[in-house]
């Protein structure tokens, strides 16, 4: 029989009919399952993460920069050689650990792209020469020298956002794991959530 009314009286709960007979059942609130809930958040709280970072930095463009990274790295190895000593100017770590710096430097605002590059330009570019096998005029190395160093860093601060955004899920995750109570659970909000520079892009 269908029920058309119910009534809460504050312990217990009156189920009235269709037919106007009442059944009075003692009110249980609601069990939560405390870890389900967790985990259903965490569940959450990645595919946000995961859908911000590829809206400004798409999967695609991921992958292609894994292939452009070890391209100029390699380029700048076999290109560039000290005007001294004539021996390769850098190694793919110091490319890498270079890059990255130049990265971090950008994300937390301390340079710019174009600071940088000058900064290149200006105090490394004097002390290096294009390797003998290099075949094109110096005026063609140096710009082919700036764009790699140009791309890696751009690569490097893509990296940096994406590690920014993991930073925000870890600090997220690690308040709902130490939850204990529903109430502490529901107070847990997503902060703002890292934006890549659109040059960057």
Not at 27 to 54: A, C, E, F, G, R
Not at 61 to 69: G, L, T, Y
Not at 181 to 191: A, G, V
Request: hydrophobic letters at 35%; glycine letters at 2%; aromatic letters at 12%.
């Amino acid at each position: 029989m269908k029920v058309v009314e119910i009534i809460y009286d504050g312990s217990n709960i009156t189920k009235v009919f269709e037919d106007g007979s009442t059944i009075q059942e003692p009110y249980s609130p609601p069990v939560y399952d405390l870890s389900q809930l967790k985990q259903d958040m965490v569940n959450m709280y990645t595919m946000t993460i995961k859908t911000h970072v590829q809206s400004q930095y798409s999967e695609l463009k991921q992958r292609s920069d894994v292939a452009d990274k070890e391209y100029y790295s390699s380029w700048l190895v076999t290109n560039v050689v000290n005007a001294n000593s004539n021996n390769p100017a850098y190694t793919t770590d110091e490319i890498y650990k270079k890059a990255f710096i130049y990265g971090t430097q950008i994300w937390y605002g301390s340079k710019t792209l174009k600071q940088i590059l000058t900064d290149i330009q200006t105090n490394e570019l004097p002390n290096l020469n294009p390797a003998g096998t290099y075949g094109a005029p110096r005026t063609s190395w140096e710009q082919e020298f700036l764009f790699a160093w140009e791309q890696l860093i751009k690569i490097a601060v893509r990296v940096a956002f994406v590690q920014a955004c993991k930073n925000v899920y870890r600090q997220v995750k690690s308040q709902i794991e130490q939850a204990q109570t529903l109430q502490e659970l529901s107070s847990i909000s997503m902060p703002a959530l890292p934006s890549l520079p659109q040059e960057f892009r």
